[in-house]
C-alpha cells in the first residue's frame, strides 16, 4: 500500500491531441479515490499514465515515494483490473490467478496459499481447473478482481471494471468491490463514467472534463457543494436544474426566475460570500430536483413555481414532474450529455426562447397530470448560485486539505 | 510432382466428412417442420450428399489408382489397367515398397527431403513470430515501411531469383549443399510468414498484452506466454502451408542440390523415363513422399480450433 500522488500531469499524444491538462492528485494510503467523467474527459488516460501503459508528457507520477515517470509497468507494482477484464484465454483460472505471482518466482506453496486465499474471497474456488470462456460475466470479472488481489500490490487501478455487467450483477459487483477495498485496505483509483458507482464507491470522488480536473471530495459534498456548473450538472440525477435568473433585495432576498419570483432566507448570502455583489446582476441558479415538491402535498411553503405538467414520469418511489420555466437555461458545459439528451428528447430540452425545461422529484402521491397546471414547491435554501461569465459556484470554499486519511466509516 | 494427389487426398478428405455435418444440421433444422417438409429436406439433403460423395470419388480417384498401382507387381502394371487389381486382389503385394526401401539413392534422398524440409519450416516459424510480434506490437522507427517492404517481397516471383542466388551460393560456396536449399526456402517462405503471423497478432486485444505487461511481465515473457500460445492457430497453418511447399518443392531443389544432397522430390523426377517404364517405382516412391505431409497435416490441424479467443476479453 502506498499513496499515489500525481503533480503537474498532462498527456499530449503525437499529433497534438492535448487528453489531460495540469493534473494534480495525492490518493492517501488505503484511500478510494474514484475518477469520474464524460467520455473522453481524460480519466482513463491518467489512469493509464499512473499504470505505466502511457507516456506521460508533464509532470510526476509517485507511487509510494519513488517517482514512476521511467519506470516499466511491470515494475511498478500496482494491479489493473480492465473494463474487458483481459483474462489469459489458455490459462485455467488458477493460472490466470497465478500468472504475476509465477512471473514473480514467488515459491508454489505461497502462490497455491494466495491464489487459493482469493478464490475463497471472491467465491471462484469451483471454478479454478475451468477456462475463462465457460465463466459467466460476474465470474470473469471477479477472475479479474482475483488476479490484482493476490499480486498484494502498492495500488488497485480500476478501468471502468462493471460496465461490461448488466444492471443487477453491477450492483452486486459494486457492493462486494467496496466490502474487498475495504476489507484489504489498498490504495484503489477507480474510472468510471457512473456516477451512482462513483458516489457509491468513493471515498473521494475527482470529476474530470475535457482534460481538467474540475473537482475532489467527498460524494456527498460534490452533491451539496458543486464547485462549478460543469460539476453540478454532472452530479445527481436527474441533475440540477441550471437556469439564468437574478436575486433582488426587495425588503427580503428574492429570485427572480422570469416572471416568477420566490423568496431567497437571508443566510443565502451568508452561505454563499459574495453572493452580495451579484445582487441585482444575472447569474446562473441551478435546484435539485430532490428540492422540489408538488406544494400541495408540502406544508405550506408560499415559494412556489405555477406551470404546466409537460411529462409526468413515475419512478415508483418518486414522480418526476417535467415543467418550463420562463427562464433561459444554462449550459453546465456538459456539452457531450446535453447533446444527448436533445437527441432523446428534442421537444423537451433546450432554452428556446428563453424557456428551461426543470424536472423536480415529487411525492409519489402528487395528483399532477400531463397537460394540467402544476405547483411546484421549491427549498429555496438549498439554491445554488454559480457565476454566469466562468461557471464557477459563488462562494465556493475548496476543502482545506485534500491529503488527510478520508476513509469512509463502514 | 507428389503435389497432387496429395492435395487431392487432402481435400477429398475434408469433403468426405461434411455430408454427415450436413446431415446432423438438416436433422436439427427438419423438427419443426411437418411430414411433406421432413420428406422434402430430407430427399434435398439426400441429393446433395450424393452429390458430395460422387464428387469426393472423382476426386479420389486418380490417388486411389496410383495407390493400388502401387502394390502391383511390375509385370502386371505394364500389361493391365490398376483397377483389375479390384477383381483380382491376389495380384497385390509389398514388393514394391521393399525394393523402394532397399533402393539406397531413395532413402537417402528420403532423409534429404527430412533435412531440408524441418530447419526450413521451424527457422521460418521461428524468424517469422519474431519478426510479426514486433512488426505488430513494438513501436519503433521505419515500422511501416518495413512492413510495407516485407509485404512487397511477396510479389517477388522465385524464378528471377535463381540465378543471382545461385552466383551468391557460388561465391558463398555453398552451392549444392542441403544448406543452400534450406535458406533458400527460408529467405522466400518469410515474406508470407510475417505477413500472416503479424495479421493475426495485431488481432490478439492489446488489454491482453498489457494485463501482462501490469503482471510484470517483459516483452519476451509477454511474446513466450501471451502470443505464442494465442497465435497458436495461425502458427499451425503458418507450419503445414510452409512444410508443405518445402516437401514437395521440386524446382529450388532441383537447382541448388547437388545429386548428393537432392530430396526425394528430385530422386523421383529422375526416374521418370520417357515410355513410363518404372511405374512401380514412382508409384510408391509418390507415396512415401505423401505420408509425411499427411502425417504432419493431421497432427497439427486440431489447432485450427474456431474460439480459441472466446472468453478472454467481454
Same mark, same amino acid.
Given at each position: 500500500m502506498a499513496e499515489v500522488r500525481l503533480d503537474g500531469v498532462g498527456k499530449v499524444y503525437a499529433d497534438g491531441t492535448r487528453a489531460v491538462t495540469d493534473l494534480n492528485l495525492a490518493i492517501a494510503e488505503g484511500e478510494f479515490l474514484v475518477l469520474v467523467g464524460p467520455s473522453g474527459c481524460g480519466k482513463t488516460t491518467a489512469l493509464r499514465m499512473v499504470a505505466g501503459l502511457e507516456e506521460i508528457s508533464e509532470g510526476t507520477v509517485t507511487i509510494g515515494d519513488r517517482v514512476?515517470?521511467?519506470?516499466?509497468s511491470r515494475d511498478r507494482d500496482v494491479a489493473m483490473v480492465f473494463q474487458s477484464y483481459a483474462l489469459y484465454p489458455h490459462l485455467s483460472v488458477r493460472d490466470n490467478i497465478a500468472f504475476g505471482l509465477q512471473l514473480r518466482k514467488m515459491p508454489k506453496d505461497e502462490i497455491n496459499r494466495r491464489v487459493q486465499r482469493a478464490a475463497d474471497i471472491l467465491g471462484l474456488t469451483d471454478h479454478l481447473d475451468r477456462k475463462p470462456r465457460n465463466l459467466s460475466g460476474g465470474q470473469r470479472q471477479r477472475v479479474a478482481m482475483g488476479r490484482a488481489i493476490v499480486r498484494e500490490p502498492q495500488a488497485f487501478l480500476m478501468d471502468e471494471?462493471?460496465?461490461?455487467?448488466d444492471a443487477k450483477l453491477r450492483v452486486q459487483m459494486r457492493a462486494e468491490i467496496a466490502r474487498l477495498q475495504r476489507d484489504l485496505g489498498v490504495t484503489t483509483i477507480y474510472v468510471t463514467h457512473d456516477q451512482t458507482e462513483a458516489m457509491t464507491l468513493g471515498d473521494r470522488v475527482a470529476v474530470m472534463s475535457k482534460g481538467i480536473l474540475q473537482q475532489v471530495d467527498h460524494p456527498q459534498s460534490l452533491y451539496d457543494h458543486p464547485a462549478n456548473l460543469f460539476v453540478a450538472g454532472f452530479i445527481g440525477s436527474p441533475a440540477m436544474n441550471l437556469m439564468r435568473g437574478r436575486l433582488e433585495r426587495d425588503g427580503g432576498l428574492a429570485l427572480v426566475l422570469g416572471d416568477q419570483r420566490l423568496e431567497v432566507p437571508d443566510t443565502a448570502l451568508r452561505d454563499h460570500p459574495g453572493l452580495e455583489d451579484h445582487l441585482g446582476r444575472d447569474l446562473a441558479v441551478g435546484i435539485r430536483?430532490?428540492?422540489?415538491?408538488?406544494a400541495d402535498l408540502s406544508d405550506g411553503s408560499h415559494n412556489v413555481l405555477t406551470s404546466r405538467a409537460e411529462l409526468v414520469e413515475a419512478m415508483g418511489s418518486d414522480v418526476m414532474v417535467h415543467f418550463t420555466v420562463d427562464a433561459p437555461r444554462v449550459d453546465p458545459g456538459d456539452s457531450d450529455d446535453t447533446e444527448l439528451e436533445v437527441e432523446a428528447a428534442p421537444g423537451l430540452v433546450g432554452g428556446d426562447g428563453g424557456r428551461t425545461i426543470v424536472i423536480a422529484r415529487c411525492n409519489p402521491r402528487t395528483t399532477a397530470q400531463v397537460g394540467e397546471p402544476v405547483r411546484i414547491a421549491v427549498d429555496t435554501s438549498r439554491l445554488h448560485y454559480f457565476?454566469?461569465?466562468?461557471g464557477q459556484a459563488i462562494g465556493y470554499r475548496a476543502p482545506e486539505s485534500t491529503e488527510t486519511d478520508t476513509r469512509k466509516e463502514a | 510432382m507428389s503435389a497432387v494427389p496429395d492435395v487431392n487426398h487432402v481435400e477429398s478428405a475434408g469433403s468426405a466428412d461434411s455430408p454427415d455435418s450436413r446431415d446432423a444440421a438438416g436433422g436439427g433444422g427438419s423438427i419443426q417442420r411437418g411430414p411433406v417438409g421432413r420428406l422434402v429436406s430430407a430427399v434435398g439433403s439426400g441429393v446433395v450428399q450424393l452429390f458430395l460423395v460422387i464428387v469426393a470419388i472423382f476426386w479420389l480417384v486418380p490417388s486411389f489408382g496410383l495407390l493400388i498401382a502401387s502394390f502391383r507387381p511390375e509385370s502386371d502394371n505394364s500389361t493391365s489397367g490398376w483397377w483389375t487389381a479390384l477383381t483380382k486382389?491376389?495380384?497385390?503385394?509389398l514388393e514394391n515398397y521393399q525394393n523402394l526401401l532397399q533402393n539406397g539413392a531413395i532413402t537417402h534422398s528420403f532423409l534429404n527431403t527430412v533435412y531440408i524440409t524441418v530447419p526450413a519450416t521451424l527457422l521460418v516459424i521461428i524468424l517469422a513470430s519474431l519478426a510479426a510480434y514486433a512488426f505488430a506490437w513494438l513501436d519503433f522507427p521505419g515500422r511501416d515501411w518495413l512492413f510495407i517492404l516485407v509485404v512487397g517481397l511477396? $510479389? $517477388?516471383?522465385?524464378q528471377v531469383a535463381l540465378i543471382p542466388v545461385a552466383q551468391l551460393y557460388g561465391t558463398l560456396g555453398i552451392f549444392g549443399t542441403r544448406l543452400s536449399v534450406i535458406l533458400f526456402h527460408v529467405a522466400f517462405g518469410l515474406p508470407f510468414a510475417v505477413f500472416l503471423l503479424r495479421n493475426f497478432f495485431a488481432g490478439i486485444p492489446r488489454d491482453l498484452l498489457e494485463a501482462a505487461r501490469m503482471d510484470g511481465a517483459s516483452e519476451w515473457t509477454i511474446f513466450r506466454k501471451v502470443i505464442l500460445p494465442l497465435g497458436l492457430p495461425a502458427i499451425a497453418s503458418l507450419g503445414i502451408f510452409q512444410f508443405l511447399w518445402v516437401w514437395n518443392d521440386l524446382l529450388i531443389a532441383l537447382v541448388f542440390a547437388s545429386s548428393d544432397a537432392a530430396p526425394l522430390t528430385v530422386a523421383l523426377q529422375s526416374q521418370v523415363r520417357q515410355f513410363g517404364a518404372n511405374i512401380d517405382l514412382l508409384s510408391s516412391g509418390a507415396f512415401l513422399s505423401l505420408i509425411v505431409p499427411l502425417i504432419v497435416f493431421f497432427s497439427f490441424q486440431r489447432y485450427f480450433v474456431q474460439g480459441v479467443m472466446a472468453g478472454s476479453v467481454k
Open positions: 514512476v515517470n521511467r519506470v516499466p471494471p462493471l460496465s461490461n455487467l430536483p430532490e428540492d422540489m415538491d408538488d457565476d454566469p461569465a466562468s | 486382389p491376389a495380384q497385390l503385394t511477396l $510479389v $517477388v516471383p522465385i
